[in-house]
């Protein structure tokens, strides 16, 4: 398992499409373990989506255990088949470092995807957990938290707050 270097805004693959996995073998579960890897070796990251790290596959990680919350999720061509109400969040992202933005999410989601080990799995996911999983798909598609975002704030001076 590695540490892989997580692209920043700027860098085209981040605003292209990703392609759906087809076959989870060595490879792709090496590409998880990695993610999972370079997102715990973060500061603060709790999501990351295959394209950060230069990988044009549907595959996302999302950890929010250490907030107290759920996880570690490795997810293989995840989809929203459900969401419902709204929230405003402050997001950040690894790939945009340094800016914070509202973003206007659902506040539950149902996702789709497979785990792992090919079994299918579906997560009913409300408040950060929705967000963080909206985030991450996002990413699939070529979308960045800031293309969402009504407000925008300085990492730096929020978490001096």
């Known amino acids: ?3 892989r270097q ?3 805004e700027g860098d085209p693959i981040l605003r292209k499409k990703s ?3 087809e076959k989870i073998d060595d490879k ?4 998880l373990d990695d993610m999972y890897d370079t997102l715990k070796n973060s500061e603060d990251g709790v999501g990351l989506a295959a394209p950060q790290v230069g990988i044009l596959k549907r595959a996302i990680v999302v950890d929010l255990s250490e907030e107290g919350g759920e996880g570690p999720y490795k997810l293989i061509n995840p989809k929203i088949i459900k969401a419902k109400g709204e929230q405003i969040c402050r997001e950040g992202c690894l790939s945009v470092p340094g800016v914070l933005g509202d973003v206007i999410r659902p506040s539950e989601v ?5 785990n792992e080990k090919g079994e299918e799995v579906k997560i009913k996911a409300k ?17 960045l938290f800031i ?3 009504t407000e925008f704030y300085d990492a730096d001076e929020e978490n001096n707050k």
């Open 1 to 3: 398992m590695a540490i």
């Open 6 to 8: 997580i692209r920043e």
């Open 19 to 21: 392609r759906e996995i």
């Open 28 to 31: 792709i579960l090496e590409l």
């Open 110 to 114: 149902v996702v789709e995807a497979l």
């Open 127 to 143: 408040d950060i957990l929705a967000v963080v999983l909206c985030h991450e798909i996002d990413h699939l598609d070529g979308i």
């Open 147 to 149: 293309d969402k975002a």
